[in-house]
């Protein structure tokens, strides 16, 4: 740093001292093969850390509180240190707490897969339109959604169909056009771009709401939207609005 500052200043008045400019390349070259070096190890990199407002408020008192108490150590600063590390476990219980009671089905906004969630607590039950594996997750928007609730996928299903949650009656069309004429679905999933007349078929099903995800071409989610606007059904497109959730 002192060499920096010294080639810096000198620089300014247009002066190059190669003696001096050398040594401070040979020393960042040196830096940076070290750091790149350190990063190289699996070890030394933490991952997938889960952080919601609260931990991060607590976590950043912690810092300042220790930072504080090294510089000024008495009992005062230690019961505020020990206060804020208190805090930050008694909200890292809490969210995990509040984890556990919540329940929600979602339709996440993946375009190279049709990926719906059910999640009662931290365990996820998945569906996809393909078999992931566990090594794909990171690749996707499960892991952030998994890393973010604390939860992990317990199984996983093929796309069907027809889906119930709670008092709703999911119906889901792919790209083979193919549907049950008779179900009268309370929520109609568009995925893959089906080869459908959706002006004919909000007519003969009548749903509550209709989700695109974003698997569908745009033109096609477009279209679906006027023909939606038209009878008045709710028309979710998670490319525009993101992911589709029921509590």
Known sequence: MIIGIVVLFLASFGITASLLTKPFEWGIYALNSTIHYVASFEQFLIKDIPFNTLLLITSYATIIATILWLKKPNYKNLIIVLCCIISMQSGQLHTKWNIQREEEWIVLNSKKNSIIVERHGDEVALFTNDQLKKSDFSSTVIQTYLV??????????????????????????????????????????????????????????????????????????????FSCSKQKIPFHATAEKGFFKLN
């Open 148 to 225: 973010a609730n604390y939860s992990q996928v317990e199984t996983q299903h093929k796309l069907p169909n027809l889906l119930y949650y709670k008092k709703n009656k999911i119906m889901i069309i792919d790209s083979t056009g193919v549907y049950l004429e008779r179900s009268k679905p309370d929520i109609l999933i568009l995925t893959q771009s089906p080869k459908i007349n959706l002006d004919r078929l909000l007519e003969k099903l009548h749903p509550k709401q209709v989700v695109a995800d974003n698997s569908n071409y745009k033109n096609a989610q477009k279209r679906w939207g």
